[in-house]
């Protein structure tokens, strides 16, 4: 009984942890396609820039201020071999992530991030060297098919916003391979994971952000004619970006959470900013959406399978050994 109440338990928290993350995600969203569009705040570096001082402060505040979690201490050599590498892949992800909520509509955006199980299995099989079924190449396939579709119909395309978005599938596929070996390999915390990378995200960020978007940012101090309820929801969604950074790294995209604030997430889209979407559109959006439920599908079948099933990467002899692979025990993630 014991066993039994502790395993059920462990799925409450699961499931509140893919919630909390979902909520978190659908919001900052919403709410950076806001800044940009309503508040006219068309600086997606200075944005991003804000979410990762936001988080630095927040981890900061939880770790050494109120104390909620112990500081797990790290080599200053491992700072710079583990954490630096995925803090710069992480700020690229969110650069192009905001960049591209500044060209296309949320719908389209979250629609193409839906490749993201296909650039991961991608990346594995061609740097990794991992092998997979074949039936997880099959299960890519409506995926990639409904992401065509959505893209050849989609009303508001930008090529430049779309790329961005493509690009960001595979800054976030790296990101969670990276993130799956950082915490596992060294039994990190969510709250640990920022407390280190949001500096180093914030350091690569900060420059860049001053030199191309600095003027621009002053001339919006001087023209924003609302600036004290502007700023209160740029830097508010910097909080709520803490709160996402935090939740992320205890779901590393379950395929089931993503196909979920996918599906929320054009929805809101539609409802708050009202971007068309046609009857093409919508189809290849649900195409995708299906894929997604699918291929994880596919997966959790080939993870239940016996022990015996041939499923470890094979790993090179080479310098990439310095980087940990994935952890086998979360294959059927994403």
């Known amino acids: 009984m014991e066993e039994g109440g502790l395993c059920q338990w462990s799925v409450i928290r699961s499931v509140l942890a893919i919630l909390q993350w979902w909520s978190f995600n659908v919001t900052v969203i919403i709410i950076n396609k806001w800044i940009f569009q309503k508040l006219d705040f068309k600086f997606p570096l200075t944005v991003s820039c804000v979410h990762f001082i936001s988080s630095a402060i927040g981890a900061y505040l939880v770790i050494k201020v109120l104390k909620l979690k112990p500081l797990i201490s790290v080599d200053p050599e491992d700072r ?5 590498p995925m803090s710069f892949i992480f700020c690229i992800n969110i650069v192009l992530g905001n960049v591209s909520l500044r060209y296309i509509p949320v719908s389209f955006m979250q629609t193409i991030k839906s490749f993201t199980p296909a650039t991961t299995v991608l990346l594995q099989w061609l740097i990794w060297k991992k092998s997979f079924d074949w039936q997880i ?3 890519l396939i409506p995926i990639v098919g409904g992401i065509l579709l959505t893209s050849i119909t989609e009303l508001s395309f ?4 779309f790329c961005a978005a493509l690009f960001g599938c595979l800054a976030t596929s790296t990101k969670t391979i990276l993130a799956e070996s950082l915490l596992h390999g060294y039994k990190f915390d969510s709250i640990n994971t920022v407390y280190y990378m949001a ?10 952000a001053l030199l191309l978007e600095g003027s621009g940012v002053v001339a919006w101090l001087y023209t924003c004619p609302s600036l004290p309820s502007s700023l209160i929801i740029i830097f508010g969604s910097g909080v709520l970006a803490f709160c996402l950074n935090f939740s992320i790294f205890y779901v590393i995209h379950s395929t089931t959470a993503v196909t979920f604030n996918v599906a929320v ?8 900013f009202r971007n068309p979407i046609s009857m093409m559109n919508a189809v290849g959006c649900s195409i995708t959406l299906v894929g997604c439920t699918f291929y994880g599908y596919v997966r959790h079948k080939l993870s239940s399978q016996s022990p015996g099933t041939p499923r470890t990467p094979r790993t090179p002899r080479s310098k990439m050994e310095l980087l940990p692979l994935v952890s086998d025990k979360l294959d059927d993630k994403v």
Do not use: D, Q, Y
């Open 158 to 161: 930008n090529m430049f916003g």
């Open 137 to 139: 190449w099959a299960s």
């Open 80 to 84: 710079w071999r583990r954490i630096f």
């Open 199 to 208: 500096p180093f995200a914030t350091m690569i960020l900060a420059v860049p």
């Open 265 to 272: 997430a054009v929805t809101c889209s539609w409802l708050i």
